[in-house]
Each structure stands twice: as C-alpha cells, then as structure tokens.
C-alpha cells in the first residue's frame, strides 16, 4: 500500500476516523431559502456514501458581502463534526476584479483543528501536493463538470471531483485513494467547496 504524502501519522481530529475507511465522499450545498432572491449564507454537508453526516460547513460573512462581492468575498467557514464540535476552520480573504487573473489569485486557508495551520487551497502558484486539473469554463447547467486530481509532477490522475449543478442544490462527489492521508481527503473536500466558491 502506497501512503500519499504527508509521512507524519498524525491521530484524526475528534469524529473524523471515518475517513480513514472511505474513498469517496459527496459534498452538498444547503440553501435555506429555495427559490428565493435573497443572497443567505451558503451551508455544505459532507456525507459518506451511505448519506451519514461527516461534516457541516457554515459560512460567516456579511450580507453587504454576499451581494456586492458575489463570488470573490471574503469568508470564513465553521466546521463541525456529527457531535456540533467546532474541527475546522475556513478563510478566504476578499478578491478584487483585475484584468490579469494571476494577479489576485483565489485561496482558501485551512486550519484543522481550529487555530492550527492544516493547508490551503490556491489558485496556481505554491508549493503543491496535489493539482486539480479542470475545465478552464466552469459554469453550466446541464453537464457535470469533472477535475482531476493528479499527485503533483506525475501524470496518473489519482481521484476526481465531480461537480453536479441543479436549480435546487450543487453537490460534488470527491473520490481519492483509501491510502491517502485522512488531512490530504479533508484539503480535497475543502477544495470541492472552493471551486464552488471561486
């Protein structure tokens, strides 16, 4: 069995042993207010395949942000196990519109357990573990949109996000070894988010 990256063992945080065990789980965006015009805090369900809760992402930002900024406001995310115990925390700082898109890259910082550096997920520069490769067009209703993941420098892809858009939820399937880290598969679910988000 080859261990992907990471070489350290570390315990999984509290509730998160389950990702030890799965090679897949589907991510869900919540919204609270179907059909409606109003710009709500965006809520996400990580769920194992047997649709049994892992994780719930709430995002805390400003309406002013939400309806101004769109896309490129800044956030933070709570996440917190089955239990409500806060695991993880979430930031991405505000984006500003540039004609260069290399200029202002997205990213997202990722602190597990909360306070604790864990990773982040950037948009094309850093030092990399893991690239997710995709669609340069990202927006559409009516095909699933799928990047790969690739172990950085190699050409084999190792897993994949599969991006569902409908009029009533998004949801991503992430699907990467049973042998990587359990930190590497939470940077992966964390990344199904930022695509959504970016």
């Given at each position: 069995?080859?261990?992907?990256?990471?070489?350290?063992?570390?315990?999984?945080?509290?509730?998160?042993?389950?990702?030890?065990?799965?090679?897949?789980?589907?991510?869900?965006?919540?919204?609270?207010?179907?059909?409606?015009?109003?710009?709500?805090?965006?809520?996400?369900?990580?769920?194992?395949?047997?649709?049994?809760?892992?994780?719930?992402?709430?995002?805390?930002?400003?309406?002013?942000?939400?309806f101004w900024c769109g896309?490129?406001?800044?956030?933070?995310?709570?996440?917190?196990?089955?239990?409500?115990?806060?695991?993880?925390?979430?930031?991405?700082?505000?984006?500003?519109?540039?004609?260069?898109?290399?200029?202002?890259?997205?990213?997202?910082?990722?602190?597990?357990?909360v306070g604790e550096p864990?990773?982040?997920?950037?948009?094309?520069?850093?030092?990399?573990?893991?690239?997710?490769?995709?669609?340069?067009?990202?927006?559409?209703?009516?095909?699933?949109?799928?990047?790969?993941?690739?172990?950085?420098?190699?050409?084999?892809?190792?897993?994949?996000?599969?991006?569902?858009?409908?009029?009533?939820?998004?949801?991503?399937?992430?699907?990467?070894?049973?042998?990587l880290d359990y930190r590497?598969?939470?940077?992966?679910?964390?990344?199904?988010?930022?695509?959504?988000?970016?």
């Amino acid at each position: 069995m080859q261990k992907w990256f990471l070489s350290e063992y570390v315990e999984p945080i509290e509730g998160l042993h389950r990702l030890l065990e799965v090679d897949r789980v589907i991510v869900k965006q919540i919204k609270k207010n179907q059909g409606s015009k109003l710009h709500d805090a965006v809520v996400y369900e990580a769920l194992l395949d047997t649709s049994e809760l892992l994780l719930k992402f709430v995002e805390k930002s400003s309406f002013a942000q939400r309806f101004w900024c769109g896309s490129r406001r800044a956030f933070d995310m709570e996440v917190r196990n089955v239990n409500g115990k806060l695991v993880m925390h979430l930031q991405r700082p505000l984006k500003c519109s540039a004609v260069v898109c290399f200029c202002c890259p997205y990213e997202m910082k990722v602190e597990a357990p909360v306070g604790e550096p864990m990773g982040s997920i950037v948009q094309n520069y850093g030092r990399f573990d893991l690239d997710i490769k995709g669609p340069w067009f990202s927006y559409t209703c009516c095909f699933d949109l799928i990047f790969k993941i690739y172990a950085h420098g190699h050409n084999r892809s190792i897993g994949r996000i599969i991006c569902r858009r409908d009029q009533e939820n998004d949801s991503f399937r992430v699907d990467f070894p049973l042998d990587l880290d359990y930190r590497m598969k939470l940077l992966l679910i964390c990344a199904a988010i930022f695509l959504n988000t970016k």
